[in-house]
């Protein structure tokens, strides 16, 4: 599950990347400029991203199984997503915001699940 992890930041990652591209341009003299909420998803994204990389490597030190790991790992592919996708929606469906806070439950779930596990660990396991 790690793998997904990974490879959920490394794509997210590419896209964050193009979507900077495509921002540059836009905020560029020529370019036709763009809403505020844009760019604060994007740096959102972008962290997100790689703390999901990041994490995709740390959680094979924990000793996080079954649900609990389950739930740790899609809890955070889940929120990684969709709460920047949730900001962008802001300006076009004003509610949407409101189910940022659920995103962000998901991600905080998440990481105190990889801190637990990474609290429980034996030191065989977390010096591996």
Same mark, same amino acid.
């Given at each position: 599950m790690s793998r997904v992890l990974r490879a959920s930041g490394y794509v997210a990652l590419t896209i964050q990347m %193009?979507? =900077?591209i495509v921002q540059s341009y836009m905020i560029s003299p020529m370019g036709p400029g763009l809403p505020a909420v844009s760019v604060g998803a994007h740096a959102h994204f972008g962290i997100l991203s790689i703390l999901a990389v990041v /994490? =995709?490597?740390a959680i094979e030190r924990t000793a %996080? *199984?079954?649900t609990q790991r389950q739930v740790a790992v899609w809890g955070f592919v889940v929120g990684q997503w969709l709460?920047? @996708? /949730?900001v962008l929606m802001e300006a076009v469906f004003p509610p949407a915001l409101l189910t940022a806070y659920l995103w962000g439950l %998901? %991600? @905080?779930v998440s990481m105190g699940l990889l801190a637990w596990g990474t609290i429980t660990a034996d030191e065989a396991t @977390? *010096? @591996?």
């Open positions: %193009l979507w =900077g /994490t =995709g490597f %996080l *199984s079954g709460l920047p @996708a /949730t %998901l %991600l @905080a @977390a *010096s @591996a």
